[in-house]
């Protein structure tokens, strides 16, 4: 029975770069002089994405370049993308459309600085004020050990995936950045972990706890070997096949670990970043200290975790407010009553 024919996908106007001054020719140079200036792929995946989905809405407006786009087409686009529905029905989440128009806007400063349109129409855009999110779920210290528990060390991979589990939990740091973690990164002797080209494109140094060094240790010296047989990767942990490894299956296997557990829906490796950020803020670390662990830029970003760490503000509130005394004294009268 003879194959049927592919549908081709019809032409997307970001592809057309026959004019030099059309969306596609200046969309390739804005891409490689992102690529230029040592941003992410994945920056440049999501700038790429978000200006196609704006060229094509353009198109259906007859706009084919940055020099016909006016200050109210870019408030219109905003409207568009306010008032669009998925398939299910549901809107763009606030974060996806600040981050469709947060692409438009940089794309037109970056335009309007190289003198390609006169001025720039996104320049006053007001952009949606996205909510503030606190982590979906922390692990306690007991439920962090139970997932540690989870993992079968009898496997062949079983105590790669401990220190996975142990560095993840004792450094904070994202699933990208354990990837990347060469043999050289890890300083047994001064007890720190170099993170390369963490987000924004920055190395930073972090602490990495005796526990995990000693699960990295152990891993070193019974599966690596075997695992690197025949493969001169330098990266710390390898698959099966002896290549480094990539960072979905990173989760998908932290993931299992965590069902296992019993712990379902709460995220995977990001899950132990919040876990380390929040168990130190209720020990006493300083708010700052935890800033330069996580790597962010903004200590408004670590802010989150001052919201998420309960267990230091409960205790205080026990402790202090007169409701919350008033009732333990109840309680204990019940008791003395009962011991009558």
Known sequence: MPRRARKLAPPHPADDCDDPRGFGSMLVRFLEALAITKHSAATLRARRYQLRNFIAWAA???LTGPAEITRTHVELYQRHLHHYRKRS?????????LSALVGVRVFFHWLARRNQILFNPAAELELPRPGRRLPKGVLSIAEAEAVFAAVDLDHPLGV?????????????????????????????VRGTLMVREGKGGKDRIV???????????????????????????????????????????LATRVERFLKRAGFRGRGCCHLFRH???????????????????LGHADLDTTDVYTRVSIQKLKAIHTATHPAAQEKSEESA??????ER
Do not use: H
């Open 207 to 249: 602490p990495i706890g005796e526990r995990a060094l000693a699960w990295v240790r152990k891993y070193l010296s019974t599966e690596r070997p075997e695992l690197a047989a025949g493969s001169s990767s330098e990266a710390l942990f390898l698959n099966s096949k002896g290549r480094p490894l990539a960072p979905n299956a």
């Open 160 to 188: 790669r995936d401990r220190a996975i589990l142990e560095v993840l939990y004792s450094t904070g740091i994202r699933r990208t950045e354990l990837t990347r973690v060469t043999l050289g990164d890890v300083d047994p």
């Open 89 to 97: 029905g549901q809107p763009l989440a606030t974060g996806s459309q």
């Open 60 to 62: 259906e407006r007859d």
């Open 333 to 338: 009268g019940d008791g003395e009553a009962g």
């Open 275 to 293: 876990t380390c950020a929040t168990l130190m803020l209720e020990g006493g670390a300083d708010i700052r200290f935890i800033q330069a662990l």
